[in-house]
């Protein structure tokens, strides 16, 4: 878009500008594409910022001139932005990966020599569309070209043979569920941290599942280890109770690529066609949120006393999902899970 003079714009056009620009940035757009899109230069836009933050809404009025002059410029709003958005504390030499206000308000004091408040530099944040979010922690032995090959290629390509055949994507993990692990609060009286009595003993479940993006989910309890036996046995019962080709898209696990896997599949003569994801990318499994959903959910909020209960609760939480499809396609709507849906 053609850059416009704001200099030459009216005082009610440059006003209204000057609102809209500030009030896109507040609701998540970066300012360089705020400033691209209403033809500004991004100095300009982020000058608007630091107007609104010295005074609110009424210092953008363009007929109004002087008041407060304000702590941060133009130059010092955009060194902000730019810090947060683009990289972590460990690139100024810090130990931590993750930004908080009182770390930011630290890293501002020392590069402008400006104090802010915990609660003063939180409101800046929002004022430049920022938001505290919980990270997606990724391994760092991940391959970006390898997952942005499986978005655009791989998986578009295992669709389209899924849709000739007259086939169905699926997608499946294994998980195993511990009797000591726990999630959830609860409420107690300040400064008491409540204690809730259940066994020390540890025991577990592994289960194997599967989910497509209808929203239908299978699964299998396995009561020891998961190996390519165990693993053929759930493809057996998936593809007997599919009724059409399945298209199954694992991760890279050895049960997964064994020799015997591969051969029981190849038997099928084209019933089951195997796929697996990028290395070290669990988070563009949708299956994966199954185990977040039962975990959190459902063993994780309860005292389990033995094996016989906690395959009972597991059992009988997966049953549930199983009628919930709305929940299933549920995970396929996450951020790296969308692709699917």
Known sequence: MK???????????????????????????????VARILGVNRVTVYGWLALYRSGGWGRLDAKKRGGRPAKLDSKAMQWIYKTVTMGNPRQMKMPFVLWSSKLLASVIEKKL?????KASVCRLLHQLGLSPQRPLWRAYQRDPEAVEHWLK????????AARKAGGEVWFSDEAGVR???HSGTTWAPKGQTPIVSTTGARFGLNVISAV??????????????????IFIEFLKRLVAGAGHPVFLVVDGHPTHKAVKTRKFVESLNGKLHLFFLPGYSPDLNPDELVWNNLKNQGTGKCAITGPDQLKKLVV???????KNEEL???????????YAA
């Open 212 to 229: 497509n993006r209808r929203g239908a989910l299978r699964f299998m309890c396995v009561e020891g280890k998961v190996n390519a036996d």
């Open 113 to 117: 020599g400006l104090k802010l408040s």
């Open 153 to 160: 290629q791989e998986y578009p390509a295992i669709c389209a």
């Open 328 to 338: 299933v396609r549920s995970f396929y709507q996450t951020p790296t899970t969308k």
């Open 179 to 181: 009797s000591d692990a």
């Open 316 to 322: 009988g939480h997966l049953r549930s999902m199983q």
């Open 3 to 33: 850059r416009q003079d704001a200099r030459k714009l009216t005082h009610d056009k440059l006003t209204e500008l000057r609102r809209r620009a500030v009030t896109a940035v507040q609701n998540g757009e970066s300012p360089e594409d």
